[in-house]
């Protein structure tokens, strides 16, 4: 007999019917908004995000005070995750590492004790092996969360609660910077100086629409823990903080040590922020072996606590700040730390705030603790007074009140009765001590209700008075600069403020051994340099190998400290450094590895880079324009595009116009051209003023010639009375009456002369 089919259960009042794109918006966005919220960006207020926060009231919670003694991080990370940030140990041990590493916080808020990592990048041990408490910082950080200062909300379990942000009596935020990448957006702050901080802040509450400007005289720039040289120009730092975006540039510092006999070594003894001191020497020793330091000769780390790593030059002849200006260029003693001051603001909203408004965001939490601990503080003073009122009744009728409490058996609501009190009064009475019923204890009453009654209206003045809420902020940041400012040994600046380096920088060609070379191009893209100018060679006579089915293209006679610019079919230029090319009598290497060159283009020229020298660049559409070398020298290996192509065109012609240089090259010297000769598909020939050529920097060019079918073959420039050079075969045959074919930019041409060769390409050959 079959089995009857399962009975499902009615789904319809659980299940919504939803549809994918929506349910995937709603739970990313949600995602999202925890990502950006709970984990990445940090308050504007107190400078912390939400794991930190928790950290350090943890710690709070288990005493672990400046004065006091360490305890395990073990301990410090199970109360964390157990009762505030429901996530992995490693994540919440790795947050308490970094606020404990001097070289990572430029106010540490935990002190440690055991290894908790090096600048060279080790990490720390586990968390069974270290210990850590608070440091004086994070405890001005929680100052006043006894005073209902801030809000606490439950924790994720109901069990306990913790505080929404700190009370904040130092600006953290931008004292120990902060990043972070959420979805969608991130942060990037660098640290800065407390004490700079602090003469900010004191300026904008005298001034509350300081310009950014006048800002950044106090706050000169970041400070980072690991020192160094900001290398900035101020133009650049005001901007980057009006704005909340931006970037400074760190380089390293570092002193000459004389050796004697006109010898010395470089010392290092600060390394810019966030760069392990290992790789930066691994990458420059590395950098030695490819000989692209040619200046150096060895690099040793000699670091113990403070950083030491010793620069030898390779002859003594070399400047010290043109060997260190080739480190800055090529290594990571030169770095860039980016401005992206994207933060939550007291309503909880992400956005990028200028500095004056980061800095204001800190005046106004600081003003709303005030208020709330001055009136927490109002509170306790009320209740305090109150009570001592009513030990003041009961001993003006001490008698009587003993003879109630001996004789009553409900006490309370007859003295309540009788004296008038309050049942905050009568509780305080009948819970007074014997000893309490000294003489001398009346007078100690009523100097402290004298005290607090003066205290009371100092408050309510305080209350009522925004100026006097502001001298107070202020006297609370005078107190945090004189414990965190520049006086303190913390507090001092760490890094130099320099000024931007000069647009000039010492080429590595400087420091190259120049010497002649050759360079070969094969057909099918393979690069190679010959020592020496190899005039058969040059002329595609020599007996050189190439691999099976590959052949002479072209090659140029340069130097070892010149730059070879390569045109390519897909209208870019590429530049590869001469004493970069692969030497000997090999076959070379793919010019494929040395640039990013598209499969489907070829090398179209190659000639020696000449910052004056133009060329004529022509399309397979007859289009083309006159372009100067420097216009489109390449800074990278992604080249730089000229010529604008059109879909299935391809860029068919770099020529050189001779005597545009200024170069001894014999291939490049000459009379000044006047005239265009351009030859298309279709064997027509036209020829016309150079002066009707534009020139420019990227484009697709005027039409050059026209053609019903197929396009532009080659194209020259020359000199009209010397007569037009083309090649047939072996020989170089020359016309000069060329009046038939002599017209106007634009024009289709006419069949070439006699005799006119029937090669592909018959000026480039």
Not at 88 to 111: C, I, K, N, T, W
Not at 366 to 384: E, G, P
Not at 422 to 432: F, G, H, P, R, W
Not at 514 to 525: D, H, R, Y
């Amino acid at each position: 007999m079959a089995k009857s089919p399962p009975v499902r259960p009615k789904t319809a009042e659980t299940v919504r019917n939803t549809s994918l794109d929506d349910a995937l918006s709603e739970r990313y966005l949600a995602y999202a908004l925890s990502t950006i919220v709970s984990r990445s960006l940090p308050d504007v207020r107190d400078g912390l995000k939400p794991v930190h926060r928790r950290l350090l009231y943890a710690m709070r919670q288990l005493k672990l005070d400046p004065s006091g003694g360490f305890k395990k991080c073990a301990r410090v990370v199970g109360d964390v995750i157990g009762k505030y940030h429901p996530h992995g140990d490693s994540a919440a041990y790795d947050a308490l590492v970094r606020l404990a590493q001097g070289f990572a916080v430029r106010f540490p808020l935990v002190e440690g004790q055991g290894n908790f990592g090096n600048i060279d990048g080790d990490n720390a041990a586990a968390m069974r092996y270290t210990e850590a408490k608070l440091t004086p910082f994070a405890q001005a950080l929680m100052d006043g969360l006894d005073d209902d200062a801030v809000d606490f909300r439950p924790t994720y379990d109901g069990e306990e609660s913790e505080p929404i942000v700190m009370p904040a009596a130092v600006p953290n935020l931008l004292a120990n910077g902060s990043s972070g990448i959420a979805v969608g957006m991130a942060t990037n702050i660098p640290p800065h100086n407390a004490g700079e901080l602090c003469d900010a802040l004191l300026h904008l509450i005298k001034t509350p629409k300081a310009q950014i400007s006048t800002l950044v005289d106090m706050v000169q720039g970041p400070d980072f823990p690991t020192g160094g040289t900001l290398s900035e120009n101020r133009e650049s730092i005001v901007e980057a903080y009006k704005t909340g975006r931006g970037s400074f540039r760190v380089r390293a510092k570092w002193a000459v040590e004389e050796l004697g006999r006109g010898q010395y070594q470089v010392i290092v003894t600060e390394i810019p922020y966030q760069v392990q001191k290992s790789r930066l020497i691994e990458r420059i020793a590395a950098l030695m072996e490819e000989k692209k330091l040619p200046v150096l000769a060895d690099i040793r780390d000699e670091s113990a606590e403070d950083v030491r790593i010793v620069l030898e030059p390779k002859s003594r002849s070399v400047e010290a700040e043109q060997l260190m200006e080739q480190l800055f260029r090529q290594t990571d003693l030169e770095s860039r730390f980016g401005l992206n001051m994207n933060v939550l603001d007291a309503n909880g909203i992400p956005r990028v705030m200028d500095l004056r408004e980061v800095l204001q965001a800190y005046l106004d939490h600081r003003q709303v603790v005030l208020l709330r601990r001055s009136k927490h503080r109002l509170a306790a003073i009320n209740h305090r007074l109150e009570m001592l009122d009513g030990y003041l009744i009961a001993y003006l009728n001490l008698d009587e009140v003993i003879r109630i409490i001996r004789q009553e058996d409900e006490p309370k609501p007859i003295l309540i009765k009788k004296f008038k009190l309050t049942d905050v009064q009568a509780e305080a009475i009948l819970n007074m001590r014997l000893r309490s019923l000294r003489k001398l204890e009346e007078f100690e009453i009523k100097s402290e209700h004298k005290k607090l009654s003066a205290e009371k209206k100092e408050i309510s003045a305080l209350l009522k008075d925004e100026k006097r809420q502001w001298q107070a902020i202020a006297a609370q940041v005078k107190d945090a600069k004189e414990k965190f400012g520049q006086k303190t040994e913390l507090g001092k600046r760490r890094t130099e403020i320099g000024e931007a380096p000069t647009a000039v920088v010492v080429p590595i060609e400087a420091f190259i051994e120049k010497e002649p070379l050759t360079v070969i191009l094969s057909a099918k893209g393979w690069i190679r340099a010959m020592k020496g100018h190899r005039d058969d060679v040059a002329a595609g006579k020599a007996d050189l190998k190439f691999k099976d089915g590959d052949k002479f293209r072209s090659a140029v006679k340069a130097q070892s400290t010149d730059k070879i610019l390569l045109f390519a079919s897909d209208g870019r230029f590429y530049t590869l450094s001469a004493d970069k090319l692969p030497q000997g009598r090999g076959f070379g290497e793919p010019i494929r590895l040395l640039m990013d060159l598209p499969n489907d283009a070829e090398i179209i020229s190659m000639m020696v880079y000449a910052r004056d020298q133009k060329f004529l660049l022509v399309s397979s559409a007859g289009r083309g324009f006159v372009v100067t070398a420097e216009q489109v020298f390449a800074q990278t290996k992604n080249g730089k595009q000229a010529l604008n192509l059109a879909k299935g065109e391809r860029g068919r012609v770099c020529a050189p116009l001779p005597g545009t240089s200024g170069m001894a090259d014999d291939l490049l010297s000459g009379k000044p051209s006047d005239s265009v000769a351009i030859i298309g598909e279709n064997r027509k020939l036209l020829i016309f003023s150079l002066k009707d050529v534009p020139e420019m920097g990227r484009g697709r060019g005027v039409i050059l010639q026209r053609y019903k079918g197929g396009g532009c073959a080659d194209a020259k420039v020359f000199t009209l009375k010397e007569g037009l050079v083309w090649k047939s075969g072996d020989r170089e045959r020359t016309e000069t009456d060329l009046k038939a074919w002599v017209g106007t930019r634009a024009q289709a041409g006419r069949m070439p002369p006699k005799g006119f060769s029937r090669e592909e390409r018959p000026f480039s050959g």
